[in-house]
C-alpha cells in the first residue's frame, strides 16, 4: 500500500463523503471484499443495483456486471476500479458474428449468461445468470427452440439439467476451463474425506468430479450447509476468502492448473482491481461507464424480463 495512506479508513471516508456504494463480486481479493457494503454472485449484485438509492456506485468487478449496473441505474454515475477488468468469455461473442449467428436460427428464443457485453444483451430476449438458468430455461415453453450463448460449459450443463436441446454459441472462460483433470483426480485421492465444489462455467470432465455445483452463491450457502469440514473448491479462488469467513473451523483446499506455476484458478481480470484502485476511483471519480442511451434500452429489457422471473 502507499505510504502514508490507510486505504481503509480513505475508502470509508470517501464512501460517505461522496455518497457512494460499493458492490463487489466474491472473485474480488479479500481486501475488496471486507470494505464493500454489498457482496454477492451475478444475479444478487445485478438486483442490490436495481435498488440502489446512493448518488454513485463503485462496482468491484469485472465490466459487464459494472455495466449492468449502470444499465438498471441511468441516472446514477457508475464507477469501476479498472476499466480494464474484461471477462473472456464477454469477449468470445462479439456482436457482429453473433448478430449472423442469431439470424440463421430464426425463431429461437436467445437466451443470454449475464457475462456478455451490453451490445450482445440488446441482441437478447432475456437474461439469466448461473444461479437461474435452469429456472430461467424451464420458464420457456418446451417447443420453442433456444440459443443459448456465450457459454459453451453452462449451456451444456443447463441443457442436461432442463433436459432441452439448445443452440450453443462456442464461449467458454478461461479461468473454469483450466482447471486440470489430473491435479483434481489427485487431490480427491489425497482428501478422500472433502468434497468437491464446481462451477458451472467448468467444462463436463471437471463437473463429472463434482459433489456440487452452483453458481458463487449457492456454492457458498452449499459449504456452509453441508456436514462435510473439507472442500476442494473447483472456481476462482477469490471465492475462498468469503468461504473462511462464514466457516472459519473448514477447510477449503482451491483446484489447480496443470501448469504449477500459473495462478490460474485467479480470474486475472477481476483481479485487475485492487484496494488502491477502489480509492482512486472514489477520488477522482474515474473511471465511469458510459453508454448511449438507445443502447441502454435495448439492452436492459432482456435484463428486466430476467429479474421478473427470478
Ligand atoms: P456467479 O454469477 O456465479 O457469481 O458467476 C460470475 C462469474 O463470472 C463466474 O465466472
Ligand atoms: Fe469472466 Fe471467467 Fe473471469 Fe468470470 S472468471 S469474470 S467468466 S473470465
Known sequence: ????????EEIERLKKETDTILLAHYYQEGDIQDVADFIG????????????????????????????AKILN???????????????LAES???GPFAEFKAAHPDHVVVTYINCTAEIKALSDIICTSTNAVDIVNSIPADQPIIFAPDRYLGAWVSKRANRDMVLWDGSCIVHETFSHKRLVQLK????????VAHPECPPHILDEADFIGSTRKILNFVSDDPATTFIVVTEAG?????????????????????????????????????EKVYQALLTGQPEIE???DLRQRA?????EMLARS
Not at 189 to 196: D, F, G, L, P, T
Open 239 to 275: 471465492i475462498i476468502h468469503q468461504m473462511k469467513k462464514n466457516e472459519p473451523e473448514k477447510t477449503f483446499i482451491p483446484a489447480l492448473n496443470d501448469d504449477e506455476n500459473c495462478n490460474c484458478n485467479n480470474c486475472p481480470f477481476m483481479k485487475l482491481n485492487t484496494l
Open 291 to 293: 453508454m448511449s442511451e
Open 41 to 68: 454472485d451475478s444475479l444478487d449484485l445485478a438486483r442490490r443495483a436495481q435498488a440502489v438509492t446512493h448518488k454513485r456506485i463503485l462496482f468491484a468487478g469485472v465490466h459487464f456486471m459494472a455495466e449492468t
Open 74 to 88: 441511468p441516472t446514477k454515475t457508475v464507477l469501476i476500479p479498472d476499466m480494464a477488468a474484461g471477462c473472456s
Open 1 to 8: 500500500l502507499g505510504p502514508g495512506i490507510d486505504y481503509f
Open 93 to 95: 461473442c462479439p456482436p
Open 189 to 196: 485421492v489425497r482428501h478422500s474425506e472433502a468434497k468437491v
Open 300 to 304: 436492459e429489457k432482456p435484463l428486466l
